[in-house]
T-cell receptor
């Protein structure tokens, strides 16, 4: 069974902190990787794709290590509005996505 | 920004009843998907649909489930005889091309409660 594993958290951090999430995936054939954000009882929203070379979008940086089958997300200068569940997502060598269970982030004032 | 719309936002049904969940994908998209999320659990793939037929389905998508694109805009998920364990959020998604290289956009979901 192809799995994506994440630490469920919660990560409780003060505003302005830097926080990092990791995930591991079991399907070595996966080619596409993403971080999605999900607010309570809402739909997942695409935060960013993850590339082998690493990529950055504002305060967010994502890294992929194919050899270790490991993906990370770094959030700098955390805002209250960053409080959400962050979902690590991989393709399953087809047309479907496999989701991790999510890591919950709570940013406190 | 174009979006995927789903109706109803919340549906309550009695066990054994049929339900139809409706989705309007983004207009120029060709690939359509249903996922579900049981409360407190992972988002799970159900089915993908292209060119008026199912392209992939998971083991969850058994004979009780069916999908249809009855006209040029709607994409529906039917559950023939609902069970208590079908209670979940059901998310529709669409993408312009096959493969998931760029991720895809989800609708806001239908919360199905089976009583």
């Amino acid at each position: 069974r192809k799995e994506v594993e994440q630490d469920p958290g919660p990560f409780n951090v003060p505003e302005g902190a830097t926080v990092a999430f990791n995930c591991t995936y079991s399907n070595s054939a996966s080619q596409s990787f993403f971080w999605y954000r999900q607010d309570c009882r809402k739909e997942p929203k695409l935060l960013m794709s993850v590339y082998s070379s690493g990529n950055e979008d504002g305060r967010f940086t994502a890294q992929l290590n194919r050899a270790s089958q490991y993906i990370s997300l770094l959030i700098r200068d955390s805002k209250l509005s960053d409080s959400a569940t962050y979902l690590c997502v991989c393709d399953n060598a087809g047309n479907m996505l496999t989701f991790g269970g999510g890591t919950r982030l709570m940013v406190k004032p | 920004e174009p979006e995927v719309t789903q109706t109803p936002s919340h549906q309550v049904t009695q066990m054994g009843q049929e339900v139809i969940l409706r989705c309007v994908p983004i207009s120029n998209h060709l690939y359509f998907y249903w996922y579900r999320q049981i409360l407190g659990q992972k988002v799970e793939f159900l089915v993908s649909f292209y060119n008026n037929e199912i392209s992939e389905k998971s083991e969850i998508f058994d004979d009780q489930f069916s999908v249809e694109r009855p006209d040029g805009s709607n994409f529906t998920l039917k559950i023939r005889s609902t069970k208590l364990e079908d209670s979940a959020m059901y998310f529709c998604a669409s993408s312009p091309t096959g493969g998931v290289r760029y991720g895809y956009t989800f609708g806001s979901g239908t919360r199905l409660t089976v009583v």
